[in-house]
């Protein structure tokens, strides 16, 4: 057999500053020709053959990690590696080959540009905290609920008791990237994004020498930490962004560390610069998101995405995370027809944010 349909998706002008090599994107789409067989589309039920290539054609599989699967109304998303990600050069959705009945997802070869965490916090009957980097740093619950307020999911954290813990996160040498997309429901209070702390385990609540943190402010800032003296010494670096967050607006924020500079962004751009040098401090423990032991330091709000990279990520790559996350159906166009071996049929990109077509049948 082969596919029936075929979408083609082309990122916009103004969404890459400079070519993304290895680059992990996202893609959120909706059309009919998504919905399954039983629902008047072309596919399986489980979404299998709903694969990413990088040719016209459809002949060149391109790594993909599936995240969501709607059979009914045709949403797909997932994640893929894109070895040259530029703007106006196309890659593929190969739509409707009901022979392929194994599920593609390859976590290792979709994240293997140095992911490595990498936490979607998709949604179904119970909110998904595992880590699908490929490094099995999967989390565990405690509270947060699954959400749709932001790119169709995510995590919500009450303000109150609600956090996630992921056990024995080990962070080494002189460059990290924190990459997360949020909304907050308070900005005038100190809020923990992620703490990083010996002694902080699973549920106990334990104040000690963090290691790394990443915070709201009272003022409604990011703030970023990390400890590049000794063990058992407290955060020796510090830098945070001149912006306030405003409440109940859905931000992409970064944390930055090069050996020479801690850097904090906010919406793809540079908000917060402080001189550091030296290696990070590192034990293997858990890292928290959503608290830091401290009572009244819960987050309040969504996340939908949270990443951790053991290097620099290019000034350009954090820009790229902007435009790809803040909202998919405008970072790349989806133009849906036949595939080139057979039937299929025209569409659109669904809006998430609005709730509409673009385009379409």
Not at 51 to 77: E, T
Not at 230 to 255: E, K
Request: hydrophobic residues 35%; glycine residues 12%; proline residues 4%.
């Amino acid at each position: 057999m082969a596919f029936t349909g075929r979408c083609t998706i082309t990122p916009e002008t103004g969404k890459i500053p400079s070519a993304q090599t290895d680059y992990a994107v996202l893609i959120q789409a909706q059309d009919n020709s998504l919905k399954s067989i039983a629902n008047g589309g072309l596919c399986r039920t489980d979404g299998f053959d709903i694969r990413l290539r990088s040719d016209s054609g459809l002949s060149s599989a391109l790594s993909q990690y599936n995240l969501f699967y709607d059979p009914v109304n045709g949403i797909f998303r997932c994640r893929a590696k894109i070895p040259t990600l530029d703007v106006g050069t196309p890659y593929y959705l190969g739509i409707g080959d009901n022979a392929l009945s194994t599920d593609p997802s390859d976590a290792a070869n979709t994240f293997s540009n140095n992911y490595g965490l990498v936490l979607p916090f998709e949604d179904g009957s119970t909110l998904n905290v595992n880590d699908v980097s490929g490094n099995a740093r999967n989390g565990t619950n405690v509270g947060a609920t699954a959400a749709t307020s932001i790119l169709a999911a995510g995590a919500n954290f009450d303000g109150s008791n609600d956090y996630i813990y992921l056990p024995d996160y080990s962070v080494t040498g002189t460059a990290i990237t924190i990459s997360g997309v949020l909304r907050t429901t308070v900005n005038n209070a100190l809020k923990a994004i992620l703490i990083k702390r010996p002694g902080k385990t699973g549920g106990v609540d334990e104040v000690g020498a963090e290691e790394l943190a990443f915070y709201l402010t009272a003022a409604g800032k990011l703030q970023y930490l990390q400890n590049t003296g000794a063990s058992g010494s407290f955060l020796t670096d510090s830098v945070t962004g001149a912006t306030t967050l405003s409440t109940n607006t859905n931000y992409v924020v970064h944390a930055r560390y090069d050996g020479s500079t801690a850097k904090v962004y906010l919406s793809g751009a540079q908000d917060g610069t402080a001189s550091a040098a030296g290696s990070i401090w590192d034990s293997v423990v858990d890292i928290h998101l959503g608290d830091d032991g401290t009572a009244g330091r819960f987050f309040s709000g969504v996340m939908r995405m949270f990443e951790i990279s053991p290097v620099a990520r290019p000034v350009d790559w954090i820009a790229t995370d902007h435009h790809c996350w803040s909202d998919p159906s405008t970072f790349a166009s989806y133009a849906y027809d036949d595939a080139p071996s057979g039937g299929g049929g025209g569409g659109g990109v669904f809006n998430h944010y609005y709730g509409r077509f673009i385009g379409g049948r």
